[in-house]
């Protein structure tokens, strides 16, 4: 079955819409982790949050969010790029307004053998 990389930026200053979408977006993520549809999901940061370089941090706890992040990425596993299309339209993020609709993009991975045994990433 197909794999779709889901790119979803957020629409500029929309930290607050986000927090209070995020425990409905966290429960649907958790349906689709549990159907086999989502094989990874997370929130992307901006250079200033990222742990990655060597200016000082913005201090978030484990699993949380911080007021840096971009946007968010998802891996899904579907037949068709309309129903990750319809996965993404979904989403409380998408209803919300919090991701940017003329920005978000989903893409078909190429194939490898091995995409079918690929496991769910937590």
Known sequence: MPLYLCLCPDYPNVFERRLAAREAHLAGSKVSREAGTTLFGRAYMDEASATSNSRPKIEVPAGQIGSGTLGSTMLYRFPTIEEAWERIK????????????DRVTVNELAYLPTDETLKLVN
């Open 90 to 101: 979904s989403d409380p993020y998408w209803v919300q307004g919090v991701w940017d609709k």
